[in-house]
């Protein structure tokens, strides 16, 4: 089946550690985005990338870099820069063909700080 | 600037009917989706709109009109597991891949 599998589903954070969450799809999408949601918010645009070796920063990018090495992966680094990232982050990633097609969620990953 | 409205909360009764607004003002419009998310989950695609008018999916309807910036989402009969948060989104233009998010509407289904 394809899909979108995120890593882990909980992570915790040291002071001063920067931690990497992954992001893998197998549905041959272009597209690729990453969300913070906190409680009883919506999502905010942290990364977004529409083809491999290209991505642009959304509303919220500081405190956090990306990769696109490979069309099926997009990782997302939280710095040390980023002072507060306790948060729900999701990746979601859509198609560019086809017609109007809606994005396609991970189960996200809860981050915490130790 | 880019906004999606949504109300904050909204409570209906158990095999009743609720309609969920949205209102956007968005450079550029590519698609207005509606989203499910169940607490501590990834939200679920429900429906979207591209022209004006009514889509029904099932017990899900959803409604656009371009001109007015608005849409709905329609739910019918109620059901426990329908308590959620309804996401609004929209898509910003067709060049660029951009999904702008309202905060939810908070969805109480009381037996």
């Known amino acids: 089946d394809g899909g979108i599998t995120q890593s882990p589903k909980y992570l915790f954070r040291k002071e001063g550690q920067n931690v990497t969450l992954s992001c893998e799809q197998n549905?041959?999408?272009?597209?690729m985005y990453w969300y913070r949601q906190d409680p009883g918010q919506g999502l905010r645009l942290i990364y977004y990338?529409?083809?491999?070796?290209?991505?642009q920063k959304g509303d919220i990018a500081e405190g956090y870099s990306v990769s696109r090495e490979k069309k099926e992966s997009f990782p997302l680094t939280v710095t040390s820069a980023q002072k507060n990232p306790t948060a729900f982050y999701l990746c979601?990633?859509?198609?560019?063909?086809?017609?109007?097609?809606?994005?396609?969620f991970g189960d996200g990953t809860r981050l915490s700080i130790l | 600037g880019q906004n999606i409205d949504q109300p904050t909360e909204m409570t209906a009764t158990e095999g009743a009917i609720v309609q969920i607004n949205c209102t956007y003002q968005?450079?550029?419009?590519?698609?207005l989706f509606w989203y499910q998310q169940h607490a501590g989950e990834a939200p679920t695609f429900l429906s979207y709109?591209?022209?004006?008018g009514l889509e029904e999916k099932g017990r899900f309807s959803s409604f656009l009109s371009r001109s007015k910036g608005y849409s709905y989402l329609l739910l019918k009969e109620l059901q426990m597991k329908d308590s959620a948060s309804y996401l609004c989104?929209?898509?910003?233009?067709?060049?660029?891949?951009?999904?702008?998010f309202g905060t939810g509407t908070r969805l109480k289904v009381l037996a």
């Open positions: 979601a990633s859509s198609t560019r063909t086809g017609g109007i097609q809606p994005q396609h």
């Open positions: 549905l041959n999408h272009d597209a």
């Open positions: 990338s529409q083809i491999v070796n290209d991505f």
């Open positions: 968005t450079s550029g419009f590519n698609g």
């Open positions: 709109n591209v022209l004006d």
């Open positions: 989104a929209v898509r910003s233009s067709s060049g660029t891949y951009k999904y702008i």
